[in-house]
C-alpha cells in the first residue's frame, strides 16, 4: 500500500486539484465579464471621451494637447468582476527647449519611479511662454495644478446634465476625488467611473502621469508618476503568448480576489503584475492545468515581498512598487496574505 508519505502527496494531490477546480470555477463564474457588458461599457467611455474633445476644441483651441485615449483594464481584456472604470488619457504637449525632466533618484526626496519637470530658459523665453506655465509652482510643473485646471473645465464649466440627457446617461464629477473622475449611471444598476488622467511622453519614452503620490506630503506635490503600464502589460501577453500560459487568468484571479476581499484591497493591478512578471523570470511552468501551483506560488511571493518591505519593478528594478504603502499597511497586508496560504480557497468565498 501507500506508505504515510505517499498518502500526505495525494491528500496533497488531491486538495491542488480541488483548489484548481475552484480556482477556474470562480474564474467563470466571478472574474471574467460578460462581452455584453464590456462592450456597453466601453460605447459609455466612448461617448464621453467624444463630448470632452469637441468641449476641449471649442472652448480651449490653444491648449496644447494631443489627442485623447481611452484606456485600462478595460481595454486589455484584464478588467475583473464588473465593467466600471477606465481611465481618460490627455496627453499634454511641452516645448522641447522649456522643459526638462530630472529623475526621482536624483532629488533630494530620491524617490526611483517619480519625476519632477523643470520649467528651463526662464531668462529667454519667460513665464507666460508656455500655456503649461500656468501650471508652475516653484520652477517646476505641477501635476496637482495641471490637475485642477482640468477640474474646473471638466467639473465646472462643462453642462453634464445636459450632454448626458442627450446621450440617455446620468454624469456627474465625483467630488472629492484624487484625481478627476467623472461617474457615468448607463443603465439603471450600471456605473461606470472614468477618470481622467494627464500624461507626458517624454522624448525617450518614459510616460509621466498626473497621479498623486499617495502619502502626498507637501514635498511630492511637484511629482510625476511614471508609468510602466503598458509596458508590464505587453510583456506579460508576450510571455502568454510564447507558451499558451495562464499568467494573464492568474493576475484576473489575483485583481479579483483583491477587488472582493476589502482587507486586500490596496494591491494594485501592477503590484500583482510585477510579482507574476517576477515569478516568471523563475518558474517555467505556467500550463493552465498548473494555475493553482501559480497562484498560490503567487501569494507565497507577495507574503515574501511584504515581509521584505520592497517589490521591485520587473522592468525597473529600481523601483519599489511597495513605497506608498504605510508600514502598517504592509504588516496587515503580509498578514492576511500569509493566512491565506493555509486557507486559499477562503479568498474565493467572498
Ligand atoms: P485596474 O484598474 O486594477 O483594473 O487596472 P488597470 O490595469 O486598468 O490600471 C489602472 C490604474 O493604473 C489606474 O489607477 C491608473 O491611474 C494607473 N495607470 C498607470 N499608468 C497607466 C496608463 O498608462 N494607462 C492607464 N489606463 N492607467 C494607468
Known sequence: GRGASGEADFHRARMRLSLQEKLWQFYRERVSIPAEEQATARRAALDICAELRIF?????????????????????????????????????TLEKNL?????????????????????????????????????????????KSVLEL??????????WPAIGSVLDYVIRPVVPSETLTL?????????LYVDFLPLLVMDDGVSL????????????????????????????????QEDDGCRCTCLKVAKAVCKLNPALARLTSSQLTNAILLLSEREGDWTQEALADRFLQLLRSLVGHLEDGRLPCALVPRVDLLCELTPAEVDELGYTLYCALSHPEGLLAQ
Open 209 to 240: 502621469i498626473a497621479k498623486p503620490h499617495r502619502l502626498a506630503a507637501e514635498r511630492h506635490q511637484n511629482l510625476w508618476r511614471q508609468s510602466f503600464r503598458v509596458a508590464e502589460t505587453t510583456r506579460l501577453r508576450a510571455l502568454d
Open 56 to 92: 476641449l476644441h471649442a472652448k480651449l483651441p490653444d491648449m496644447p494637447l494631443r489627442e485623447m485615449y481611452l484606456s485600462g483594464s478595460l481595454y486589455d481584456d484584464l478588467q475583473v468582476v464588473t465593467a466600471d472604470h477606465a481611465q481618460l488619457m490627455v496627453p499634454l
Open 99 to 143: 522643459w526638462s525632466s530630472i529623475p526621482g533618484e536624483d532629488t533630494i526626496m530620491s524617490l526611483p519611479g517619480f519625476w519632477l519637470i523643470r520649467r528651463e530658459n526662464v531668462e529667454y523665453f519667460p513665464r507666460g511662454s508656455s500655456y503649461w506655465d500656468r501650471c508652475v509652482v516653484g520652477g517646476y510643473l505641477s501635476p
Open 183 to 191: 461617474e457615468v449611471q448607463y443603465e439603471t444598476n450600471r456605473r
Open 150 to 159: 482640468f477640474e474646473k473645465l471638466v467639473a465646472g464649466s462643462i453642462n
